[in-house]
Every structure is written in structure tokens, then in C-alpha cells.
């Protein structure tokens, strides 16, 4: 199985986590779908990534259906329990999670992408909006506990670490350790895994 994907997206940073936590080992073709020389379309009409090759041709986009395919690929670490409201419950915090990113991403390019007459405060205000709802949403889920649902490192976890490290790699000036030292403890506890390690951001 082939993964497309870029060293700076926080979903293809989930989608390679998942699959070491799951010992898959997959190809990793890096494409930037925002350089001009870029093959994603080809393989995800939505042009964006990731996307999983597999080995018959067939493409599986996006972050979250393919995290799910992983997890079946192999009994082996299972990330997404089976019961219905256990299994809900992790894909709820990926929602949240990918919700931050989502809106982190969209403030991201706004400020990088466009010149400041063209960009939008109300849109930035926004987005920064949902991001700090989603981050009190986390840390108040969280609470005390070891981990974002059940007893073992799981899906909720990986997408909430990736939201936490997109944070920290590109918006450094949010102070969300401060705000929330229960999420703190958690991305301290998940960035000291090889998986997490690995898949640094790199710009
Ligand atoms: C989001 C993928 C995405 O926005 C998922 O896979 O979970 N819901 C999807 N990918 C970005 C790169 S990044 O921000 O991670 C992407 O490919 N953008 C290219 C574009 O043209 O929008």
C-alpha cells in the first residue's frame, strides 16, 4: 500500500501514526498538493491528501476512512473498539480534533495565502473561535484521565495529539499548555512515542 501525503499535514501525520501503531507498513509518497508539479488529483479528485494506494489501484481518501481501513487491515492494536457507543465515542473525538485542525488550517492559509487587504477578520475571528471552543471541548472531556477514551492509547488520542502538534508547529503563540495543563500532560505523554516522534512536522 501506497500513502500520499505531505511531512506538514496533521491528517497524514494520523494516517502514518495509525499504521505504525498498527505495524503496516506502507510506502510513503510524498506530494505537496499545493506545488505546481503535484500528482494528488490523479489519485483523490478533491485534490487533497492523504490518500491510501492499495494494492489493487484502488484510492481511499479521506484521513478518517482511511484510518478505519488500517484499523481492519490487522487485529493487531486495535484503535477503534468494536461495541457501537465505544466505537462512537472515538470517532466523536476525531471529529473534534479534526474540527480543530480544520479551523487552524483554514486561519493558516488565510494569513499565509492571501495579502492582508484580502483577508477577512470575521472569517479569522471565526475560525479562532472554534478552535478555542474545540481545545475547552477537549480539555473538559479529558478531565483527569489518562486518555481521551478507555483504558489504552486509541484513535481519540493519535487525532487529538495531531491536533495538538499542528498547534505547536504552526501557530506557537496560542498558549493552549497554559490554558489546559490536562492536554499538556496528554500530547507530553503521546509526543514521547516513536510513532509521534517520527512524524514531527517538517516544513
Ligand atoms: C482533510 C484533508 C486536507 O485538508 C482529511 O483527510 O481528513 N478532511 C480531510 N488536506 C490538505 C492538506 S493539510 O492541510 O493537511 C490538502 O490536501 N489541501 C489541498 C487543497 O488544495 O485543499
Same mark, same amino acid.
Given at each position: 500500500m501506497k500513502l500520499i501525503g505531505s511531512l506538514t499535514s496533521p491528517y497524514?501525520?494520523?494516517?502514518?501514526?495509525?499504521?505504525?501503531?498498527?505495524?503496516?507498513? /506502507?510506502?510513503?509518497?510524498?506530494?505537496?498538493?499545493?506545488?505546481?508539479?503535484?500528482?494528488?488529483?490523479?489519485?483523490?479528485?478533491?485534490g487533497k491528501v492523504p490518500v491510501l494506494v492499495l494494492d489493487d489501484g484502488a484510492t481511499l481518501f479521506d484521513s478518517r476512512v482511511i484510518v478505519e481501513y488500517l484499523d481492519t487491515v490487522t487485529p493487531v492494536s486495535r484503535l477503534i473498539p468494536e461495541g457501537n457507543r465505544q466505537?462512537?465515542?472515538?470517532?466523536r473525538w476525531e471529529a473534534l480534533a479534526d474540527g480543530i485542525t480544520d479551523s487552524a488550517a483554514l486561519i493558516f492559509i488565510e494569513r499565509a495565502q492571501r495579502a492582508p487587504e484580502h483577508q477577512s477578520h470575521d472569517w479569522i475571528v471565526r475560525q479562532e473561535q472554534s478552535v478555542f471552543r474545540g481545545l475547552e471541548a477537549?480539555?473538559?472531556? /479529558?478531565?483527569?484521565?489518562?486518555?481521551?477514551?478507555?483504558?489504552?492509547? $486509541?484513535l481519540s488520542d493519535i487525532a487529538a495529539?495531531?491536533?495538538l502538534g499542528y498547534l505547536d508547529f504552526r501557530f506557537p503563540d496560542i498558549q493552549w499548555r497554559e490554558?489546559?495543563? $490536562?492536554?499538556?500532560?496528554?500530547?507530553?505523554?503521546? $509526543?514521547?512515542?516513536?510513532?509521534?516522534?517520527?512524524?514531527?512536522?517538517?516544513?
Open positions: 497524514v501525520r494520523k494516517v502514518r501514526i495509525v499504521a505504525m501503531e498498527k505495524h503496516i507498513e /506502507l510506502e510513503f509518497v510524498v506530494d505537496v498538493p499545493w506545488h505546481p508539479d503535484t500528482k494528488v488529483s490523479e489519485f483523490n479528485p478533491l466505537r462512537i465515542a472515538v470517532k477537549m480539555s473538559e472531556e /479529558l478531565g483527569e484521565k489518562k486518555w481521551c477514551t478507555g483504558d489504552l492509547m $486509541n495529539g495531531c491536533a490554558a489546559h495543563p $490536562n492536554l499538556a500532560k496528554l500530547a507530553d505523554r503521546l $509526543n514521547a512515542l516513536e510513532p509521534f516522534k517520527e512524524t514531527l512536522p517538517k516544513a
